[in-house]
């Protein structure tokens, strides 16, 4: 076992290579730099003092030099102007927007994109799974048809509208705060418990909206794997033993039709992030996606670029979570090697 | 005394479309601590009763009318009406799995794949029986004990996946029986199951039943287990009864016509050598007209019948399973042997029978002869008119040439004809892969290859979905002989279908045969058929060819081991046959390294095929001249 982890990391390795090349690679692609861009704009306003400097600042992050240099120097596998400074040194950037390291920028987001998130992923499995096995146990029946259409209205609706009609009931319902995270006046104070409710209070409404779509499609694939799963033959033995219905579900046909969700755990996450940004847009949430579409407009690179990789080590470490799941739910994966055939 | 009395049970059947009766009437009785056989083909509504009285009938059947009156033969209470109970309710959960249990068909999809062994055979000592999680798995134990498992206490932790059909089968028949049931359902227990393996559980089910004194009741559509197993028959045809009775009186005196007809369908040994099958619904091929026309491509090389027509010699062919091992360990990778020194001749005009249980390489060989893998040494030729050429050998049009005179009957007729195709894009395929004639000759022809099989021409327009086994199974046939092949290689063509329909397809085969001047190599694991069908037979045990000759030596005097065992296994549909159970393979006959002298075979012997009568060879190496082992 911890073997196999330790080599499933090893492997992460040139995967997370290959990524970040990709991602440099794409970032690049549009002509310019973001300093080239300030100095073509300095020059029609005539200001040389600044050009000059900007020129210096061009120099030092290596812009002027081959794409291939360029790339390995921001990951740190060649001597850039300060030596040997790049990602796997610890150095995650320089965000020209912000005139700020990379890692001021986002390490408040980060964290607040990963709850938000994860609230969602915890919505979605709460909300669909009584929802899913409720459908496809009594097929075709009234119950069954409400869900299906709630949640074919959950599909249809856009996100952001969700939100905006979610945001102003809660304000007029429940007095709170339209947008944000936190209550204004938590915002610069340090944290609290008050604080922390606050928090928690404004994370309802961006789960509900983020979730809401995840949610209908969650169910009408668990009601579908199930209904599969409710026809096969060791479901009819499992009943030939007298066993009763609901222990039946869940113990035989439930668990055979819960591998899919599980090997999904990786596949969700970068959905998640780049899938909330107009609903962070239009609710003001201070995650990374803003933050993201920002830096890829105004070709912020190395900050660009930095959330995105964090995005990729946050999949792979997804999908080697969910493959360990699949291990520990299912025996023809842990044992399937050593299996006759 | 009755466990079970049904009477005048009907079953309805309601869909949107309205309402079907699949049982209509039935009355039987199984009497305590005997075996009744309910026989029928497919669809004539066997299973319908038996889910009945399990209780397991599907949502959309009603019990309209009868009883299934259940009394337990352990207690004094008095009968319940079965049919009247709510079928999840607690007074039928009470008696389902616990005083009538159940065993399936597929030993494979029946099992949760997973939970262990011992978790679901100890489930419902656990529900029925108050047991503790220990005294369950103590239970199983000796379940597994009774049902012959090599290793109970380490079969209890292990996956249904990690066994073989027969064990999982096993485990089945534990699971069933560890509440002690008065009756024991059982559907179709061995149709899925290999021909040795079959014995060894109808063995099982004899010995358990006298143990438990138990009501086996055993839904078949195979005579031969019939005639081995029950002690009374009931013959069901479109949801009624047509006869039953004594399971003498119903082999020596049939009475009803359609149990009869049923008896003469089924191929057995011991059949004059011109005597023909006679199919409930025979069909009227018509051979003729532009067929008659143009002749075979191969008589017009001037070839005659009796000369070898494919010559496979000393094929062979390795697998690597999986590398890798589990998920968390290492192990090494395994390879697998499909094919060890294969050597076999088919004369032009024979057919040629390869018999072997599962994973013998049987099927590894007829791929091979189609040239649908890579061999790893040896080599196939193959007559088409220039002599014998290599057919690994050949390129571009020499291919295509041979890949005309080479066609294939496959197993599943519901799988081998594409869903989307209608019949006549499905025949007229073949014509246009290959360029053959304009469009109206192509049009003509397939309308020929119709009534060849005993088609309407107007089925031409229909989907294969709209047509039954043996009808599509026709079409299969029509579709390898459109490019008019001296070649076919059967593979299992029959074992998919009812007994009434494989006598069909089989009368049909042999009329071909004889009509067109083809050759076939004929794939099957039933001995019958093959005995039916073939002039010589090959036997293969393990990527093995052991034994070869005529069909009538090897069928009346077998010399291998594994043959004798084989032939020992096949329960035949006759009295006068019947299995002998106490002298079953005690050995494992299909492990080479167990056979005795001369015969066995270590993992690295070359076999040796060894001529022990004219044209009868025998694969054993202990005898092989010391000259002719340096020779291989």
Same mark, same amino acid.
């Given at each position: ?82 030596? +040997? ?32 998130? +994860? ?42 509208? /969700? ?62 794997? /199930? ?22 579900? /869940? ?91 | ?63 309209? &009318? ?30 389902? $799995? ?20 011992? #978790? ?9 029986? #108050? ?28 996956? %249904? ?53 138990? &009501? ?7 005579? $031969? ?107 090494? $990778? ?243 046959? %019947? ?24 993992? #690295? ?28």
């Amino acid at each position: 076992m911890g073997v196999y982890i330790l080599k499933r990391l090893l492997t992460m390795v040139p995967t997370l290579f290959v990524i970040s090349f990709l991602i440099f690679a794409i970032i690049e692609l549009p002509p310019g730099d973001y300093l080239s861009n300030q100095i073509e704009q300095l020059r029609m306003q005539g200001e040389q003092a600044a050009i000059a400097r900007v020129e210096f600042l061009r120099d030092q992050f290596a812009l002027d030099r081959p794409f291939i240099e360029r790339y390995a120097i921001w990951v740190g596998i060649w001597p850039g102007p300060n030596g +040997f400074d790049g990602l796997i040194q610890g150095n995650w950037g320089w965000s020209f927007e912000f005139q700020k390291p990379v890692d001021e920028v986002v390490s408040g987001t980060l964290l607040l994109t990963v709850v938000l998130n +994860f609230a969602t992923i915890l919505f979605v499995y709460i909300v669909s799974f009584p929802i899913g096995i409720y459908s496809a146990t009594r097929q075709y029946s009234w119950g069954d048809y409400g869900f299906t259409f709630l949640g074919y209205i959950g599909l249809a609706t856009p996100n952001f509208l /969700l939100g905006l009609i979610l945001l102003f009931l809660a304000n007029a319902w429940f007095d709170l705060s339209i947008g944000g995270l936190m209550d204004p006046q938590y915002v610069d104070q340090p944290m609290s418990l008050a604080k922390l409710g606050s928090i928690l209070a404004h994370l309802i409404v961006p789960t509900i909206v983020i979730g809401t779509a995840g949610t209908a499609a969650m169910i009408r694939r668990l009601r579908a794997n /199930l209904l599969d799963e409710l026809h096969r033959q060791y479901v009819t033995t499992a009943r030939a033993k007298g066993l009763k219905e609901n222990k039946l579900l /869940l113990k035989y046909p439930l668990r055979m039709a819960l591998n899919p969700f599980i090997s999904d755990i990786g596949n969700l996450i970068p959905s998640l992030v780049s899938g909330s940004v107009i609903v962070s847009v239009v609710l003001n949430l201070p995650t990374v996606g803003p933050v993201l579409l920002s830096a890829l407009q105004s070709q912020d690179q190395f900050l660009a670029g930095f959330i995105l990789l964090f995005v990729a080590v946050l999949t792979l470490l997804g999908m080697l979570v969910s493959d360990l799941l699949l291990a520990v739910l299912d025996p023809r994966i842990r044992l399937g090697g050593q299996a006759k055939t | 005394m009755s466990v079970v009395s049904i009477r005048d049970l009907c079953i309805d059947y309601h869909s949107d479309s309205g309402t079907t009766r699949a049982v209509n009437g039935v009355s039987f009785d199984v009497p305590n601590a005997r075996t009744i056989a309910l026989v029928g083909e497919s669809g004539c509504g066997k299973s319908t009763i038996s889910q009945a009285v399990m209780g397991l009938l599907p949502p959309a059947a009603k019990v309209a &009318s009868g009883q299934i009156l259940f009394s337990d033969p352990a207690g004094e209470a008095a009968p319940v009406d079965i049919a009247s109970l709510e079928r999840d309710g607690p007074l039928m959960r009470d008696i389902r $799995g616990n005083r009538i249990a159940m065993i399936f068909q597929e030993p494979m999809t029946s099992l949760s794949p997973l939970h262990t062994i011992g #978790d679901q055979i100890g489930e419902a000592a656990r529900l029925h029986q #108050d047991m503790s999680r220990e005294e369950a798995r103590e239970a199983t134990r000796d379940m597994l004990r009774l049902v012959q498992f090599p290793d109970p206490d380490r079969a209890l932790d292990t996956y %249904p996946f990690e066994l073989s059909g027969g064990l999982r089968q096993r485990a089945m028949i534990a699971m069933a029986l560890i509440c002690r049931p008065a009756l024991l359902v059982a559907d179709e227990p061995t149709t899925a199951l290999d021909v040795t393996i079959q014995a060894e559980i109808l063995k099982l089910i004899r010995d358990v039943q006298e143990e438990l004194q138990m &009501s086996v009741l055993l839904i078949t559509h195979d005579f $031969g287990v019939v005639a081995n197993m029950a002690d009374a028959v009931v013959v069901v045809y479109q949801g009624r009864v047509m006869e039953a009775g004594p399971v003498e009186t119903v082999f020596r005196a049939p009475e009803h016509p359609y149990l009869k007809a049923l008896l003469d369908a089924v191929p057995t040994f011991h059949m004059d050598a011109n005597e023909r099958l006679q199919p409930i619904r025979p069909i009227a091929p018509k051979i003729g007209g532009l067929l008659s026309k143009e002749r075979a491509p191969a008589e017009a090389a001037g070839a005659r019948a009796g000369e070898p027509l494919l010559v496979v010699d000393n094929i062979s062919k390795t697998f690597a399973l999986r590398q890798g091992g589990s998920l968390f360990g290492k192990s090494q $990778g395994r390879v697998l042997k499909a094919l060890d020194g294969v050597s076999l001749t088919i004369q032009r005009g024979e057919c040629l029978g390869l018999v072997g249980e599962s994973g013998s390489g049987k099927t590894t060989t007829a791929n091979a002869v189609m040239r649908a893998l890579d061999l790893d040494g040896g080599s196939v030729r193959f007559d088409a008119g220039r002599g014998l050429e290599d057919i690994y050998a050949l390129r571009g049009a020499n291919l295509m040439d041979y890949r005309r005179r080479v066609q294939m009957i496959f197993q599943d007729p519901f799988s081998s004809l594409n869903p989307r195709m209608s019949l006549n894009e499905i025949l007229m395929e073949p014509l246009i892969i290959h360029n053959v004639g304009t469009s109206a000759e192509r049009a003509d022809w397939v309308r020929e290859l119709m009534a060849l099989v005993g088609l309407d021409q107007r089925y031409l327009r229909r989907y294969p979905h709209s047509l039954s086994g043996g009808q599509r199974q026709r079409i299969g046939i029509a579709r390898a002989l459109a490019l008019r092949p001296d070649l076919v290689v059967c593979d299992e063509p029959v074992s998919a279908l009812d007994v009434s329909v494989q006598a069909q397809i089989l009368n049909l085969l042999q009329d071909l045969k004889a009509e067109l001047g083809l050759t076939y190599l004929f794939v099957s694991h039933n001995l019958a058929v093959v005995d039916y069908l073939s002039e010589r037979v090959a036997v293969m045990c393990k990527g093995r060819l052991v034994e070869m000759g005529p069909t009538s030596t090897v069928v009346n005097d077998p010399q291998h081991p594994y043959t004798q065992a084989l032939l020992a296994a096949v329960p035949e549909a006759s009295l006068d046959h %019947p299995l002998d159970f106490d002298h079953l393979s005690q050995t494992r006959a299909s492990q080479p390294s167990a056979w005795p002298e001369p015969y066995r075979l270590d993992a #690295d012997t070359q076999p040796v095929l060894v001529e022990v009568s004219p044209d009868h060879f025998v694969c054993a190496p202990g005898l092989a001249s010391p000259s002719l082992k340096e020779a291989v």
